[in-house]
């Protein structure tokens, strides 16, 4: 296809015909494929065989000429990704999209979003959701990961539509130990639902809102039933320099006093990590991850951004993330993923980091590893589970293509997703959406909208004062 799609792993074996149908074929293809050493490489007019929900083999297009399968998917012209992960957000949150906007943060939290959430009601949340994924699917995001309230109707509706998620009941310490408990019941209640698609964590909002006994208690919880904790820490520098005024440590100093570092953990933002933390999360015991969201962070004017060459150099994994889409406006991780990209050449001030590539590695590698997925999606290979995405570059603003991944990265949309597959289910093909109504979504969403936007004065969930 390119000159850089030549540079690439070897060419896979042929495969011979079976007897039994796959249940999914996608052939003609450029595949997004890595190599041992997790190099990225590009393999044209490929095929993907899909049985029982999991890639069986990624071959060449004439390997699979006289292959018998249930669905077959002409995909000449096209590219075959992993699909996207969000490895943070709070998808009901999009029905909040633009109704906090040009605030500081404490103002955003404290004036808009928190008296605003105080009205929500399972059916919001639920409505939120679908119209959330509705935007995911459509921009090639397969599973994302969400930390928020009344998560039974999200855990619903992933079920019903077919994405994966990672999913985790959030929690304040001004709720009381029901709060944590509901999180924890949560939890165990929808690991492992929806065919295994759904994986679930605890979910504490952050240290500046959840005590360092409950933290400590969430660790102790999140170690006995082998569950990972999700939440947002040092969040921005203001957070960091709060902390350390109260309580004589940064937010990453929190979590290992309190023992959370000893768990399976996925931060939130991070961006006020300090290269004081570093030590310490290197030295986590558990597996430790953060997620970025480049935008929201441009939004609010936050000095600092989430230090990915620093956290590469340690091993912690950065996954790409959109937040909510009262702070981002979208849920959209193709965008997360050119804004990475570009937020990371102006801070460390090198036109050679962050690459093409290595935001592409970011995007599907180290986003499956943040969200505790590493060894079931993220690359298109045999054994992994069939979560991937079409796209089409055949549009004037892609082509041409004298490099396939700067195209991918800097030149493509999420509207050139043209297919959405997960667990070897078609979510959406050419562009239709099959799983969800979106416009019956609309109409009951906004029916609902005066309800939940109503401000009433000293009414909210919380109150931020970092």
């Known amino acids: ?193 929806a065919d295994g698609r759904i994986t679930t964590a605890l979910a504490p909002h952050a240290p500046y809102t959840v005590t360092d006994a409950d933290l400590a208690t969430t660790a102790g919880l999140a170690r006995d039933h082998g569950l990972p904790v999700h939440l947002h820490a040092a969040e921005n520098r203001d957070q960091t320099d709060a902390s350390l005024a109260r309580y004589g440590t940064t937010p990453i100093g929190v979590l290992e006093r309190t023992g959370v570092l000893d768990t399976d953990v996925l931060i939130a933002h991070g961006t006020g990590i300090t290269e004081d933390d570093l030590p310490l999360l290197a030295r986590a015991s558990g597996r430790t991850a953060v997620a970025t969201a480049p935008r929201g962070y441009l939004k609010f004017a936050w000095p600092t951004t989430t230090p990915v060459r620093a956290l590469r150099d340690i091993g912690v994994p950065v996954g790409l993330a959109t937040d909510g889409a009262a702070s981002n406006n979208s849920v959209d991780v193709w965008e997360s993923m050119a804004l990475t990209a570009l937020v990371q050449k102006s801070t460390e001030g090198d036109p050679r980091w962050l690459t093409s590539r290595q935001a592409l590695h970011h995007a599907t590698v180290q986003s499956a590893e943040a969200v505790g997925l590493g060894g079931t999606v993220g690359r298109i290979a045999p054994g992994r589970r069939a979560d991937l995405v079409l796209v089409d570059l055949t549009g004037p603003h892609t082509q041409p293509v004298h490099d396939l991944a700067a195209t991918l990265v800097h030149s493509a949309r999420s509207a050139d997703v043209r297919t959405t597959i997960v667990d070897g289910r078609v979510l959406m093909r050419d562009r239709e959406l099959l799983t969800l109504d979106v416009p019956a979504v609309v109409r009951e969403l906004g029916e609902r909208l005066p309800a939940l936007t109503d401000r009433r004065p000293g009414r909210r969930i919380q109150k931020y004062d970092t």
Request: aromatic residues 6%; glycine residues 8%.
């Open 1 to 193: 296809m390119t000159p850089s799609s030549r540079e690439k792993p070897a060419r896979f074996p042929e495969e011979r015909p079976r007897e039994t149908p796959a249940a999914l074929i996608v052939s003609g293809c450029t595949v997004l494929v890595h190599d041992e050493r997790e190099r990225i490489g590009f393999e044209e007019d490929a095929a993907v065989v899909v049985r029982d929900g999991v890639i069986e083999s990624v071959t060449t297009a004439a390997a699979v000429d006289g292959l018998p399968a249930a669905d077959r998917i002409d995909a000449r012209g096209q590219v075959a990704l992993p699909g996207l992960i969000n490895c943070h957000t709070h998808a009901p949150m999009v029905a909040l999209r633009g109704l906090a906007e040009d605030l500081p943060t404490e103002e955003w939290f404290n004036d808009v979003v928190w008296p605003v959430e105080s009205n929500l009601t399972g059916r919001d949340v639920e409505l939120g959701a679908r119209l959330a994924c509705a935007e995911m699917i459509r921009a090639g995001v397969t599973c994302f990961a969400d930390h928020y309230f009344a998560m039974d109707a999200v855990a619903g509706v992933v079920a019903e539509c077919g994405m994966r998620a990672l999913l985790g009941q959030a929690y304040f310490s001004s709720q009381g130990p029901q709060g944590r408990e509901r999180s924890l019941e949560f939890a165990l209640r929808h690991r492992g639902t």
